[in-house]
């Protein structure tokens, strides 16, 4: 859709940042605008209805203090609700640093750049699970 660094044109200019957590993938724009928060078409309210969760996907607006300067619309889907708010956070992050590329270390400094690498653990041939064995029997 678009080359990394270079906003997206249209009627005004949106910014892209694409955030990753666990199996869970967040398309974020961001835009000038009047502070509307919409996450895959229905208000961040409504799809993050858990306070810690919204929390989550709203806190790099709220520490940019930008939450009532611009628009966001988020584009999320694999995982769970959890790893989806895990996901807009890292997004929204990515998409304020190309908005605005002063907020940037301040951004980097508080780690809303860093990517939670931990990922599911692949389970094991003669195991149960990932980490969890068949029963042992001694006699």
């Known amino acids: ?65 930008l939450a009532e300067q611009v628009d966001v619309v988020v584009s999320a889907n694999g995982g769970g609700v959890g790893g989806q708010a895990g996901a807009v956070r890292m997004g929204l992050s990515r998409a304020i640093a190309r908005f605005n590329p002063e907020l940037r270390p301040a951004l980097r400094k508080n780690g809303f750049l860093t990517r939670d690498s931990r990922m599911k653990e692949r389970k094991k041939y003669g195991q149960k699970g990932a980490r969890k064995r068949f029963q042992f029997t001694k006699r």
């Open 1 to 65: 859709m678009s080359t990394a660094g270079t906003p997206i044109a249209g009627k005004q200019t949106w910014f892209l940042g694409t955030g990753r957590r666990k199996v869970s993938v967040a398309r974020v724009f961001v835009r000038a605008g009047s502070g509307k928060f919409t996450v895959n078409k229905r208000p961040v309210e409504q799809y993050f209805p858990n306070h810690a969760w919204r929390h989550d996907a709203t806190e790099p607006l709220k520490f940019t203090s």
